[in-house]
């Protein structure tokens, strides 16, 4: 697998999650964050920090990016979301457009 | 346009009673929450009808938006400090016209506010409470005529100002505490009177009937001419009157009120000379405080024959002996008796008898009532406790001695209702405790500062009595409870603050402490016991302190 198609998202507490490009690209801000024209470091390394976002939250975040690959292309399963974690996650969504 | 995943966790959210259960108390989450995910938030609630009144409540505290509520046949909303709760936020509430009663005390709302309120026509009740609310805003809130209950306490309300509450005819409940109005006109429906630290020079002077009034609050109040303010005041109804803290030096009025039920003078210039106007109005009386005033057993001994129907007599911080021990006893409907921080010792010498001393607790034994009796802070000794043992009615007893020990355990374990027991800073022993034999219905044993007990040997009592909750630095078990109910109960909160507290050390209290029940709403407490605060919380907030409650909440009430 070739790094380019690899990012890392990098949660408030430094965890580091590499996942494939394409399912960080559900995310409609991690899309902009990568693929804006000019030297964003995010594009060129990349990497995408949150310091906003607990690892909890980014890992259940990176969950839902394969979930709704799979959902979009045809395989109907429900994505679990424990009621604790909704609040904090419903934010992490609202923020990254997803 | 919401997310997916929006979307999903909303969903979640509102699953069920117990996920709301699940999420409700993250404050910090809800605090951060943007606007239109906390409407959303809310509409979901709502729809799945999720949205009881105390979970509204709560989540006022957070949302400052809350357009998408429709609530048309809504009666009473009570939105007390809700600081969220700002101009805007009135804005919608006064969409509600079926409004009826309204409280906002200490919200975020400013005069323009306040002014806004005008619109609800059917207000019967409003509560203001540490609002800005000046002469101008009272000035254009007299259209509401249907109000009974006015609560404008730390206003800038002046005497212009008070003038305008006449226009109220249907006033009942007015409270005026913390203000600067001196001079109050006749209120002919006035029923209950809250003019705390105000400085009064005349109350409900002018033409019209004069106010059946039931209860008056003057604690802290100063009078310019005590006579001449309370002149023209109708006192034969008046059952409650609270002048704690105030300055009245005279109580010629004392004499009129011959109604009165419930009597506050403490921390007042009463004293043994002033006592017979107390006297005059005792036929009545059920509660009477005397608490941190100058009367001394002989003063009690004026009061002894004229309190027939006495139930709650407080005596703590005076310079009553043992004599008038003797004295109360002869009120025979008593209580609760409060005789903490006095000089009572429990006994009496008498030159040339024999016994040359007999204990003087003895004589309460004839008070077929007494449940509850408060010695805390006295000299009393073990000797002196003996004849408490035979007291068949005792439920509650407070003692806070460095010279209590073993005996006085013992003889506590033949009372047959004791209920609540709390021996402060005695030198108990392990044994002592060991061989302490309670009755059944012993639900709290507060053994704080009893330096000399073991957690073993708490544990092992705790074992041996399951129902009971026991208190002490060194342990923080609570009874058994078969319910198992989830939500943290005011038992749990202090398990809580003893556990914090013991890593602490021993913290010892200040006189000037301040019940955090009186600054904190529940809420707030509730999350307080997370943060580092809960440290400055002492640790027997309780029973230490309930004397303190009681003196402040007459003033708050």
Known sequence: ?98 | MESELVRLCIEAACENRESVEKWRRQRRSLERLPSHLADALLRRLIHRRLLFPSLLEYLFHFFSSFKILRMTNLKELDLSRCMKVTDAGIRHIISISTLEKLYVSETGLTTNGVTLISSLKNLSLLDLGGLPVTDQALSSLQVLTELQYLDIWGSEVSNKGAAVLQKFSKLSFLNLSWTNVTKLPNLPSLECLHMSNCTISSLLEGDGGKPPLKKLIFSGAKFENEAKALMHIETSFLSFLDASNSSLQRFCFLPNMEALKHLDLSSSIMGDDLVKHVACVGANLRNLNLSKTRVSSVGVGILAGHLPNLEILSLSYTPIDDVAVSYISKMPLLRVIVLSNTNVKGFIHQKGAEPDFFLSLKALESLNHLERLNLEQTSVSDAALKPLSSFQELRDLSLRSASLTDVSLHYLSSLPKLTNLSIHDAVLSNSGLNLFNPSATLKKLDLCGCWLLTEDAILSFCKKYPQTEVRHELVHILPSNPNGSNSPSPSRLTSRTLLVNQKQGNISISSSFVDQRLKYNREELLALQYSSFSLAIPLDRGSTTSQLLMNQSSSMS
């Not at chain 1, 430094?14 to 991690?30: H, L, N, P, R, Y």
């Not at chain 1, 959902?71 to 399963?77: H, I, L, P, R, W």
């Open chain 1, 1 to 98: 697998m070739r790094k380019e198609d690899m990012v890392k998202l990098i949660s408030a507490e430094g965890f580091e999650f590499v996942i494939d490009k394409d399912a960080a690209m559900v995310s409609q801000t991690i899309n902009n964050m990568l693929t804006s024209p000019g030297s964003f470091a995010e594009t060129q390394h990349g990497e995408v920090t949150f310091p906003e976002i607990s690892t909890t939250i980014l890992e259940k975040i990176c969950k839902y990016f394969y979930w709704h690959l799979q959902f979009a292309s045809g395989k109907e399963t429900e994505f679990p979301i424990e009621p604790e974690l909704t609040l904090e996650l419903m934010m992490a969504a609202n923020y990254l457009h997803t």
